[in-house]
């Protein structure tokens, strides 16, 4: 089992680590302290100081909130999407594109969906306008919830106390 340093864990999450590390990261059994190195990069990214228990995506995360304790999900910026069991894209701003002009805008002519088939919905925070996610589904399609963790399962895998709201 290999460990790897705090800036080896960093290049990796800001994308720029060497492809043999990433890699040798993905392929081999993790080291026990992963979790918390990765979660401490993570806060070193953030000004706020609810702490951060999983990340959602490159800008969002699911904190235990520093004030009351309840667990959120919450963007880079700050911004609080609420309880992390509802969906967090519900409360975002939601751009879709649904029509071939649209489609323009990101792809050659031709070279994109037919919107009666498939749209794209983009999800930005309502703060600071990040995009957090794209999805590609039909028209009809609810939006989708990618993620809930069962967290206190999560907790015990990793063998650290878990937080008092979950
Ligand atoms: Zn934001």
């Given at each position: 089992?290999?460990?790897?340093?705090?800036?080896?864990?960093?290049?990796?999450?800001?994308?720029?680590?060497?492809?043999?590390?990433?890699?040798?990261?993905?392929?081999?059994?993790?080291?026990?302290?992963?979790?918390?190195?990765?979660?401490?990069?993570?806060?070193?990214?953030?000004?706020?100081?609810?702490?951060?228990?999983?990340?959602?995506?490159?800008?969002?995360?699911?904190?235990?909130?520093?004030?009351?304790?309840?667990?959120?999900?919450?963007?880079n910026?700050?911004?609080?999407?609420?309880?992390?069991?509802?969906?967090?894209?519900?409360?975002?701003?939601?751009?879709?594109?649904?029509?071939?002009?649209?489609?323009?805008?990101?792809?050659?002519r031709?070279?994109?969906?037919?919107?009666?088939?498939?749209?794209?919905r983009?999800?930005?925070?309502?703060?600071?306008?990040?995009?957090?996610?794209?999805?590609?589904?039909?028209?009809?399609?609810?939006?989708?919830?990618?993620?809930?963790?069962?967290?206190?399962?999560?907790?015990?895998?990793?063998?650290?106390?878990?937080?008092?709201?979950?």
């Amino acid at each position: 089992m290999t460990t790897y340093t705090k800036k080896q864990v960093n290049d990796l999450v800001a994308g720029t680590l060497d492809w043999d590390s990433v890699h040798k990261m993905l392929s081999m059994p993790k080291d026990a302290g992963r979790y918390a190195l990765y979660m401490e990069v993570l806060q070193d990214a953030v000004t706020y100081d609810d702490k951060i228990l999983l990340a959602v995506g490159p800008h969002l995360n699911i904190v235990e909130s520093a004030t009351d304790g309840e667990i959120i999900v919450k963007c880079n910026c700050g911004h609080d999407f609420g309880d992390y069991r509802e969906n967090w894209k519900l409360g975002a701003n939601i751009y879709v594109r649904d029509t071939a002009e649209k489609m323009d805008q990101v792809y050659p002519r031709l070279m994109s969906p037919d919107t009666t088939w498939q749209v794209y919905r983009e999800y930005s925070c309502p703060s600071c306008g990040t995009m957090l996610d794209i999805e590609a589904p039909t028209p009809w399609y609810p939006v989708m919830h990618d993620f809930q963790p069962d967290l206190k399962t999560f907790f015990e895998w990793v063998e650290l106390p878990a937080p008092a709201k979950i």
